[in-house]
Each structure stands twice: as structure tokens, then as C-alpha cells.
């Protein structure tokens, strides 16, 4: 499966963004979709992670009640809507694919957003 993530700017403390991870390839909702990020200088780390079907989800504790993990199997593709952006939430944003349910084990990579949120 081919990968691409698109929505990524510049936002002030505060503001929103929706990014979108678009699927090309095998069957979209036979894989758990995830995204992560990557800051300058760190590592990378998990944000988000939803299930085949999008009926489970789970967040790191950094983002959790302020991102929502989303997906629409019809347009194969996995949504990040990002609320009360703060400067630490300033990143390269990456969606992954995976067919290990309940792991980080993800197979498949985009090639990421930026995401820079101003104080």
C-alpha cells in the first residue's frame, strides 16, 4: 500500500488543522492506520493509532481530548483533526499502515506533513 499524507502548514497556538492520508493499493480497511510524528532532534513517537473498522481508538496521552483519529474506508483514507495546537505539537506528521491490531508494529509509511504551530 502506497501512502500520502497532505493538510500540514502553519497554525498559531491554539488554532486547528486536518490532516488526511490518502491510500493507494490493497484493500484499505484491512490495515490498522496510524500516525505519528517526528520533532527536530527527537525521536519518533506515536500519536494516534484507529482500527480496521474506525470503531477503536487510541492516543498518546500528549494528544489525547485534543486530536481525533478518523477514517473513511469508501475514500481510503485516515484523518488527524487537530484542535488547541500548542508549539510542542510542532512536528513532521507521518500516517502508517499495519496489520497488527493492538501494537506500533506498522509496515507501511508515508512520506510525512510539516506541522509548525507559532507561539
Known amino acids: 500500500v502506497q501512502l500520502q499524507a497532505s493538510g500540514g502548514g502553519l497554525v498559531q497556538t491554539g488554532g486547528s488543522l486536518r490532516l488526511a492520508c490518502a491510500a493507494s493499493g490493497r484493500t484499505f480497511s484491512g490495515y490498522v492506520m496510524g500516525w505519528f510524528r517526528q520533532a527536530p532532534g527527537k525521536d519518533r513517537e506515536f500519536v494516534a493509532t484507529?482500527?480496521?473498522?474506525?470503531?477503536?481508538?487510541t492516543y498518546a496521552a500528549s494528544v489525547k481530548d485534543r486530536f481525533i483519529i478518523s477514517r473513511d474506508n469508501a475514500k481510503k483514507t485516515v484523518y488527524l483533526q487537530m484542535n488547541s495546537l500548542k508549539p510542542e505539537d510542532t512536528a513532521v506528521y507521518y500516517c502508517?499502515?499495519?496489520?497488527?491490531?493492538?501494537?506500533?508494529?506498522?509496515?507501511?509509511w508515508g512520506q510525512g506533513t510539516q506541522v509548525t504551530v507559532s507561539s
Open positions: 484507529i482500527s480496521y473498522s474506525g470503531v477503536s481508538t
Open positions: 502508517a499502515a499495519g496489520t497488527s491490531p493492538g501494537t506500533l508494529i506498522f509496515d507501511y
